[in-house]
């Protein structure tokens, strides 16, 4: 059974660290910050980032390992995926939040993203080893549980939130069957959630349908 090797992974990092300075354009762009909502997908974004990174690393591990089994190769690969995919998720209460191992939370707020990526490099060397052991437990099967849903399989409820993420006005357009301004609003909105083109199309005539039957604002 493949097991990602957390030396390796470390050690490539701070290889990237050599070539990237990842605090650099650290949640500066305006359109991230117009918005709180937007803020915090923004945010969860940049910690589903740092998994994409860390299975890049992993599958150049992977890869080392099975250069001549692409099945076993392709299998590990999805699960990784599969596991970034499944990882906002959403409250009760609707909020959204990215658990990690079972043991780090981030809920979206900046300072924790500062707190554990930016300002303290041994913070930054402790989450990776986190994801790399819920990467593991993965590739075991065992999951780590967590009754609520991902945002990203829960199709109504995340276009339900991101009808309450764009401005009222732009959705005010929508009914007089003007879609420009809030078509604008959308795509920054799946730029920052980092949905595919794909998926955008799905979700934007789902929220498109809502809206024209929709007869109040106060989701």
């Avoid at 992977?62 to 692409?70: L, P």
């Avoid at 819920?134 to 276009?159: A, M, Q, V």
């Avoid at 795509?187 to 349908?209: P, T, Y």
């Amino acid at each position: 059974m493949f097991q990602i090797d957390k030396s390796f992974v470390v050690n490539s990092y701070k290889d990237y660290l050599q070539k990237k300075d990842v605090g650099k354009n650290y949640d500066n762009d305006s359109q991230f910050n117009k918005n709180k909502g937007i803020s915090i997908y923004s945010v969860l974004t940049k910690i589903l980032d740092m998994y994409k990174l860390i299975r890049k690393f992993s599958l150049v591990q992977a890869r080392k390992e099975y250069i001549h089994d692409e099945e076993e190769f392709e299998k590990i690969k999805a699960a990784l995926h599969t596991n970034i995919r499944n990882k906002i998720r959403t409250s009760p209460q609707g909020s959204l939040y990215i658990t990690v191992n079972g043991n780090i939370s981030f809920s979206g707020d900046d300072e924790e993203y500062k707190k554990w990526i930016v300002n303290d490099k041994n913070k930054t060397f402790s989450l990776i080893r986190n994801i790399v052991d819920e990467f593991n437990k993965t590739l075991r099967g065992e999951e780590i549980k967590d009754s609520n849903k991902p945002l990203l399989n829960d199709e109504r409820k995340e276009s339900i939130y991101i009808i309450n993420n764009i401005p009222k006005e732009h959705i005010d357009m929508c009914v007089n069957g003007n879609f420009d301004k809030f078509n604008e609003s959308f795509q920054r909105l799946m730029i920052g959630m980092g949905i595919e083109e794909n998926e955008r199309i799905k979700i934007a005539e789902d929220i498109k349908d809502m809206i024209l039957v929709i007869s109040g604002w106060d989701l």
